[in-house]
């Protein structure tokens, strides 16, 4: 039987505290939590003190005195879930048997971050969840475990994040389990199958209609709630699309992309630059949610040739007045 084991935990969300709540009914003694200086919710926090224990919030993890407050605390394990710093190698030799990242992608093919959302925008039928040691570069560490969950074809960002916040505690207690009975049976990744994703960021929500329609429904899925929602103009309207779908079955042929070319009664459907696209829920920045029901030849998006036109025809009667004076000057 494993022996206790001492853990820190560093972590941020719904999946460290799912992960506190699970540690808490086990033998393991965890000693103290670890919040990011600007975390993603309060959640952590307030399980953390529930339970009574010590809340660390360091401005920087690996400054000489938050090092030596961890030693103080003697951990055997330290574990990072969803901690947003990166530990570097006087923080890694804190613990004795190591430190732990647990992460939402199937290494070593996704590493970095959103890898959540990079899977359903990439097509992917299923999840990684892995854990794995801690070294001194980003998501390289040897690997502990792996699992897979799926991603059904109608699957959303939000789907999917229900279910990995779901698994993951079991994947965090296995984990210990293995490495506390010395029974952990490590693997190098293979790093030249590895890529790395960034974050996503502003501007990264907006929608082109000439892109297919599958790479149209995986980003609508791969970004709807909770994340931003996919954006698209109507006029000079921004609107959100949370919801969409496409069936690969549907004929491909040639027309205008970003144009309404049906209705029914989930929606309408927009031509892609293959297919066309059902977008079933939709929302104006400052308006409700709604199915929409716009009229065929309805335009999304941007012309980008025509608002280039009115641009060049805008800065050109600018342009008059200016010449118009020089004139009349060399006049004089």
Known sequence: MTKPIRLLLFGDGA???????????????????????QPSDTVLWEIARTFGLPIL??????????????RSLAPDLNLSISYNQILRRPLLDTARLGCVNFHAGKLPFYRGRNVI????????????LTAHFIDEGIDTGDIIMQRTLPIEWTDTYGDVLSRVVEHLPDLVLETIELIG?????????????????????AGD??????????????????????????RTLLGGNVIIIWRAFYDPSWPKYIATPGQVVG??????????????????????????????????????????????????????????????????????
């Open 205 to 230: 929500e907006w929608v082109d209609w000439s892109d297919t329609s599958s790479n149209l429904h995986n980003k609508v899925r791969a970004i709807s709630r909770p994340g931003p929602g996919a």
């Open 263 to 332: 209705r029914r009664d989930e929606g309408v459907l927009v031509k892609t630059g293959d297919s066309t696209l059902l977008i079933q829920e939709v929302q104006s920045v400052d308006g409700a949610c709604e199915i929409p029901s716009w009229p065929i030849g309805t335009r999304l998006g941007i012309n980008l040739i025509s608002s280039l036109q009115s641009i060049m025809a805008r800065l050109e009667k600018l342009e008059q007045p200016a010449c118009w004076r020089k004139d009349s000057h060399a006049e004089n």
């Open 15 to 37: 999946w460290a505290a799912n992960s506190l709540m699970r540690l808490q009914q086990t033998q393991h003694r965890v000693i103290g939590v670890v919040v990011r200086e």
């Open 57 to 70: 919030q360091p401005q920087n993890a690996n400054a000489p005195d938050f090092l030596e407050m961890i």
């Open 117 to 128: 959302n990079w899977a359903i925008i990439n097509g992917e039928r299923e999840i990684g």
């Open 181 to 201: 009975s010395n029974e952990a049976r490590p693997w190098q990744q293979e790093h030249l199958s590895a890529t790395y994703f960034s974050g996503r960021g």
